[in-house]
């Protein structure tokens, strides 16, 4: 396939488009080319993909590119229409990856793309095995009979689910008697693919993971003889009340399937070998049902499956990881201190002896480090990101200080915008413990005006409020409308040690509460914040901020914007979809009036209760299928708001999850939000 450069017609029309621009706009945030990692070639070539959005269309389209890890100029390698991903470098030294369901092939330096595969059915998460002789997939498959139609098949015209166990929907999608599967094929020099083999034949459990697991989720053996992968192999009220994945090995020669993590009850993932084979590493969790537990690094010997945990003296929490190339060193991320930065730890040649390695932090800075992409001698290439740029590419050489950027997809936008100074301040809490608060000013700060400021409450609950790059709680277009937003590491929230992270369990409506207080008020005794212009924002946990502060703010805020909150606690409860969450996070369910922890949070802690002393504009901002705060959770809020004679509005994407993701829908959401506080604040 010809190489397409990448400056091109729409960088043309971009600048074009800048020229009367200085400050970012929702629709300048939707021109952002969003860049994902895919691999580092053996010859020094770094390919990543770029989605870029069309408005019109009200859909993205992803393109490979191509850089060589020296830096120079990118190139584009692929621009069939649709989504290619999941590139892998092949034992012929081409390039293979997916694109519209089938395995494509291209040489090395990205041409002669072409289509490999002609699969009946389409393939999802496609790996190759390293002889090449097979292919591995995931795919839907009916393992239930839910819906009537499936039930009574004379009765074709019928639309009804029958359920007699929990977990009838899940984040987004009600159940509909299917399960995503593992298979693998034969695949010959042609590219015909043979008989599929499910690997998890009638088995009523998904891998990937649902909602977000992805290829990650299952690789090869180093032999091509077994596949790994991970899932959470409970079915009903069962999987709604627990976290525990395991990672599991098919043997292809035999057909058996081994519990490798079997007794390890948390969460087991992202299963990843040496590079000689001879060791396996994986994130792990030691809690069944805590999905924010301490995430760490556990090393196995495949001979004699003797298992070493890398980080347990270690005071924080694993993200993602990579193998050096000479196996003898791990690196991997991890949040600290409203950042996320890279960690490298050795791996004993002998995980018998018993010993606990040294975790060292070798990157420091104000960004975040989304992915490790690869390694080329010295050289690793992360992703990286912070609250003005989205992700780009770097490259950092191991045992120094050295990090450049690689690539540089947005500079004709960000090269003419201005952009807000972002600050970190540590706030004393009304505990006597420090919080640390980032503060993201207006691009044309003048410290002799007044200005009308943000307080940003961050989901999760325990998702950390680092240097993250968003598409909608954009910081970056917040301040550019006029706005200081002050974004507290509340309690509950990782980065600043594990027992800061577990004190938000059973607690939701207490001390994290007097957090955002302590930041905000600090916040406002600075000359050039008006105190009278404060408005309250937040989404998931952050929505459920909201609505609890407006019943306690005692008259701090002028305006509230609550996303997909939680409201009332016991309705909740009986609508949400994975138990365990709410298990762990309030103690147990509402009936049981003797559990003292639990009753906390269907009274003390529950915002529906405090409605009586709302009496501030609120919108209200409602996914119809987000079905882990579920629809009715706004209709109540907005109900009160409406019915106490408060300012309120309602905002309502029947279509949109806990997410807004469509285009079109993204940018009604940011029109209204400020809309919205152009009015209330």
């Known amino acids: 396939m010809k190489r397409i450069l990448l400056f091109s017609i729409f960088s043309l029309l971009v600048i074009s488009s800048l020229q009367a621009q200085d400050k970012m706009t929702a629709n300048l945030l939707w021109k952002l080319g969003r860049v994902s990692a895919e691999t580092v070639t053996p010859t020094g070539e770094v390919i990543y993909g770029v989605t870029r959005y069309s408005i019109s269309k009200n859909a993205g389209e992803q393109n490979l590119y191509a850089i060589p890890l020296t830096g120079g100029e990118a190139a584009q390698i692929t621009n069939t229409p649709g989504n290619e991903s999941g590139v892998q470098v092949l034992s012929n030294g081409k390039l293979g990856y997916t694109h519209d369901g089938q395995w494509w092939v291209m040489n090395a330096d990205g041409s002669r793309g072409h289509q490999f595969t002609y699969a009946d059915e389409p393939m999802d998460n496609i790996r190759i095995s390293p002889d090449g002789h097979y292919i591995l997939f995931s795919r839907e498959v009916k393992v239930k009979k839910v819906l009537g139609k499936d039930i009574y098949p004379d009765l074709s015209k019928s639309n009804v689910q029958i359920y007699t166990n929990l977990m009838y929907r899940h984040w987004s999608h009600w159940f509909d008697g299917n399960c995503q599967h593992v298979f693998y094929a034969t695949l010959d020099s042609t590219g015909r693919v043979g008989v599929p083999v499910d690997i998890m034949k009638g088995e009523p459990y998904d891998c990937p993971q649902q909602p977000f697991g992805g290829p990650e989720d299952f690789i090869w053996g180093p032999d091509g003889h077994s596949i790994l992968y991970v899932c959470k192999k409970e079915f009903g009220k069962a999987y709604a009340l627990s976290t525990n994945t395991d990672i599991y090995q098919y043997d292809l020669n035999t057909g058996e399937t081994t519990n490798l993590t079997k007794g390890m009850m948390g969460y087991d993932t992202q299963p990843a070998f040496s590079p000689d084979g001879k060791k ?40 993602d990881f990579r193998w050096s190339k000479d196996g003898k060193t791990i690196y991997f991320t991890a949040p600290v201190k409203g950042t996320i930065q890279l960690f490298e730890v050795k791996v004993p040649d002998n995980l018998m002896v018993r010993m606990i390695p040294v975790v060292r932090q070798i990157t420091h800075g104000m960004f975040d480090i989304d992915d490790i992409v690869g390694q080329k001698g010295d050289t690793l290439v992360l992703s990286r990101q912070d609250m003005n740029h989205a992700t780009e590419l770097f490259t950092y050489i191991t045992g120094t200080n ?48 007044k200005y009308p400021t943000l307080l940003y409450c961050q989901g999760g609950p325990q998702s950390e409020v680092s240097q993250f790059y968003s598409f909608r709680w954009n910081f970056q277009l917040m301040a550019a409308h006029g706005y200081i937003i002050v974004a507290p590491n509340r309690r509950g929230l990782p980065g600043f040690g594990v027992k800061w992270n577990e004190a938000i369990s059973k ?24 105190k009278n212009r404060l408005g309250c924002v937040g989404a998931s946990y952050g929505g459920y901020s909201v609505y609890m502060l407006a019943g306690i703010h005692h008259n701090r805020f002028k305006t509230f914007i609550a996303h997909d909150g939680l409201f009332d606690m016991k309705s909740w409860y009986g609508t949400t979809d994975e138990m365990w969450f709410a298990n762990r996070e309030f103690g147990g369910p509402y009936w049981d009036k003797n559990n003292k922890a639990a009753q906390l949070a269907y009274t003390k802690f529950n915002p529906s209760d405090y409605v009586a002393k709302w009496n501030t504009p609120i919108l209200i901002i409602q996914g119809g299928i987000d079905y882990r705060v579920p629809v009715e959770q706004g209709l109540e809020a907005f109900k009160a708001a409406q019915m106490r004679g408060i300012k309120s509005k309602l905002l309502y994407f029947p279509e949109e999850d806990h997410w807004v993701l469509k285009p079109q829908d993204a940018l009604v959401w940011q029109h209204e939000f400020f809309s919205w506080l152009k009015e209330t604040l």
């Not at 999905?291 to 556990?298: A, G, R, T």
Request: glycine share 6%; no cysteine; hydrophobic share 35%.
């Open 507 to 530: 607690d939701w409506g207490g001390q994290p509460m007097k957090d955002y207080f302590s930041a905000i008020d600090s916040i406002a005794k600075l000359p050039f914040v008006d």
């Open 402 to 449: 050295d990090m450049q950027q690689l690539t540089d997809v947005n500079k004709d936008i960000y090269g003419h915008i201005k952009m807000g100074k972002i600050e970190s301040r540590w706030v004393k809490t009304t505990d006597n413990k420090k919080e640390l608060v980032w503060v993201i000013y207006p691009p044309d700060f003048d410290s002799t005006q």
């Open 280 to 319: 396996l590493a994986w994130t792990s969790m030691k809690t069944d049902g805590y999905e924010s537990d301490k995430n760490d690094l556990v090393v196995m010997n495949m001979d004699r499956h003797y298992k070493l945990n890398l980080t347990p003296a270690w005071d924080g929490t694993v993200n």
